[in-house]
């Protein structure tokens, strides 16, 4: 059974925005910190952003900094990552993971996970 499902990826133009989306059909969403990984061709699964369940902490990757916004609505079990002024090097699968224990940046902390959704950045 799935508990995650993304969606929203696609493809857009340097400099465009894109939204996605990860539904949780599980119980517990909404006590659980959630977070976004990517990962690229030929290259290991890095972190993006964390929230906690009731999003008063979040965090980023360096390399989203200032572009990308998380954000959770635990109404709907829903995670979002809202990306601005996209570059090509934000090209990768983007993966939803929720329930973390330890440390929240490291995917192994992770106990649930969505099966990704395709982003490409390119003119």
């Known amino acids: 059974q799935v508990r995650l499902v993304e969606s929203g990826g696609g493809f857009v133009q340097p400099g465009g925005s894109l939204e996605l989306s990860c539904a949780d059909s599980g119980r517990t969403f909404n006590v659980n910190t959630m977070a976004w990984f990517r990962q690229a061709p030929g290259k290991e699964r890095e972190f993006v952003a964390a929230?906690?369940?009731?999003?008063?902490?979040?965090e980023y990757a360096e390399y989203v900094k200032g572009r990308f916004t998380i954000a959770r609505d635990n109404a709907k079990n829903t995670l979002f990552l809202h990306m601005n002024s996209l570059k090509p090097e934000d090209t990768a699968v983007y993966y939803c993971?929720?329930?973390?224990?330890?440390?929240?940046?490291?995917?192994?902390?992770?106990?649930?996970w969505g099966q990704g959704t395709q982003v490409t950045v390119s003119s």
């Open positions: 993971a929720g329930a973390a224990i330890g440390t929240r940046s490291l995917s192994q902390s992770y106990v649930f």
């Open positions: 929230i906690t369940w009731n999003g008063d902490s979040t």
